[in-house]
């Protein structure tokens, strides 16, 4: 039974508590064997991976973890019970599992407990929350003494790929809260020496804060950086108008996690810190997870952590390279509710380029947006806010952060927040120029403000969409430019 299952509850009083304790009390823990914190799941999730550099072995295990979480859910749980029958088929893993139907957020959210197998209670579940990258927040469960031992290997190896060792410290601004900071002159820092993490403050991401910033940095020296993509943007900016070299130069490394990711932001952290960049997709819900590898910024998928497909807007297959598809995920090793075809509400392209580096793997080329990143122009056509490149515009070189929100087709707000408001002219060339990506479909009116309101887990929307984007996906499928 893996220590962090059993502490968990108390991780709230752990990160509230004063500095002083968080070190005594971390740094006893950290010394604990990864055995005893993790239990022996892990080292069974350990052991897969490392046999995953072998494809034949990869190939049969992968179909087996597929059978088997099909098997357990047609016999344990409610909604899949009319699959029974279909077990008794002389089937491939693949065919059975495309009997199951897709799983969308909003019916799972909906009647819960018919995704809950019958054979195991409620001492068995872990209950975990997800904010909704579709705006669908809603609960799930997890496998206790399972779950989370199979992320800690999973994470945990793609540290390993950064070159992390057990002495780095890493920079961390993945929207923890800082206990105090709502404090005037609190602390915007914290340090954990359990997993080694400086974590900064998402919520004082201004320039008034960056220097306080900088002086956590250098007295902790992190040599590595997890971040959110709209965390690290501000800080790597600032540290570009004022070089640190003695930070920079030592970081070797920068992993971005969680959110979709835009190729200026990449260039940027890419020109500050000089390192490789890597990528991490995941979810809450744990039914897929893919990595990118140094000098690949492709998305890699484990094949040993859920089942990948790809589908259109009608539901079906999606087989050729560089047509875009919804994410759909069926996540291994979890007993309590298995996700059978779930869908993410994520967007990916199947990768051409031959895959050499990690065979067996699923290779798509990027996750190109989620549902909610996508502007609907006023003929009905979707516009995903990746080829916009707003942040491209010279006219916002010198914006803090933006944000588009769309009430209506054809029609969107551009909040910027900066010091200064643009001027008409600037205002009309940006008006222009975006009406230009979208051939004339989407006309902008551009707004100062003074705060843009993060998510509750630190995350930036570049778009709040209050359109019903699925009414706009099928409308745009039918005519062919989805």
């Known amino acids: 039974m893996p220590m962090e299952d059993i502490i968990h509850p108390f991780l709230k009083h752990y990160t509230a508590a004063p500095q002083w304790i968080k070190t005594t009390i971390g740094g006893i823990y950290s010394r604990i064997p990864t055995s005893l914190r993790y239990g022996v799941k892990y080292d069974k999730f350990l052991d897969e ?53 897709l799983l969308d957020k909003a019916s799972l959210k909906g009647d819960t407990s018919r995704y809950l197998s019958t054979r195991m209670g409620p001492a068995k579940r872990l209950v975990a929350h997800t904010g909704g990258s579709t705006s669908i927040p809603m609960k799930v469960y997890l496998e206790k003494y399972v779950s989370r031992s199979k992320d800690f290997a999973y994470n945990g190896t793609f540290d390993r790929i950064a070159g992390i060792g057990p002495q780095d410290c890493i920079l961390a601004l993945r929207g923890r809260t800082v206990p105090g900071a709502d404090r005037p002159d609190g602390p915007i820092w ?20 960056m220097p306080r910033y900088l002086a956590a940095i250098r007295q902790w020296q992190p040599t590595f950086i997890h971040a959110f993509p709209s ?3 501000p800080l790597a900016k600032w540290l570009e108008a004022n070089p640190a070299p003695d930070f920079t130069r030592q970081v070797r490394c920068v992993q971005l996690f969680s959110e979709n990711i835009y190729d200026y932001q990449i260039d940027l952290i890419r020109r500050v810190f000089n390192c490789p960049v890597l990528l991490d997709y ?3 819900e744990r039914a897929v997870k893919a990595i990118s590898l140094p000098g690949d910024q492709r998305y890699f998928f484990w094949p040993l952590y859920g089942k990948l497909e790809l589908v259109d807007f009608d539901g079906r297959p999606v087989t050729r390279p560089g047509e875009l598809g919804e994410i759909v995920g069926t996540g291994f090793d979890n007993h309590v509710m298995p996700l059978i075809r779930y869908r993410t509400g994520d967007l990916a392209m199947w990768s051409a380029a031959p895959n050499t580096a990690r065979p067996g793997f699923p290779v798509v080329d990027r996750i190109e947006g989620r549902l909610q990143e996508f502007l609907v122009c006023h003929d009905q056509r979707l516009v995903s806010i990746c080829t916009i490149g707003a942040a491209h515009f010279e006219q916002l070189a010198d914006a803090d952060r933006m944000q588009f929100e769309q009430h209506q087709p054809g029609h969107a707000t551009l909040k910027v927040l900066s010091s200064q408001d643009l001027s008409e002219q600037a205002k009309a060339q940006l008006a222009a120029g975006i009406r230009a990506k979208t051939q004339g479909g989407l006309e902008v009116d ?37």
């Open 190 to 209: 914290m340090y954990d020496p359990i997993k080694r993490y400086l974590h900064l403050s998402s919520d004082h991401l201004e320039l008034p804060h």
């Open 282 to 284: 995941g979810h809450t």
């Open 49 to 101: 991976i490392a046999r995953s550099g072998d494809p034949a072995w990869l190939a049969r295990r992968a179909d087996e973890k597929l059978m088997e979480t099909l098997r357990w859910a047609a016999e344990t749980v409610p909604a899949y019970a009319g699959l029974r029958a279909e077990l008794a088929r002389d089937r491939s893993p693949q065919e059975l599992l495309q009997a199951f139907p």
């Open 446 to 482: 551009i707004v100062r403000v003074d705060e843009i309101a993060r998510t509750g887990v630190g995350k930036h929307k570049l778009l709040v969409q209050r359109l019903d984007i699925s009414h706009y996906l099928g409308a745009s499928h039918v005519a062919g430019e989805a």
């Open 231 to 233: 965390a690290l943007v």
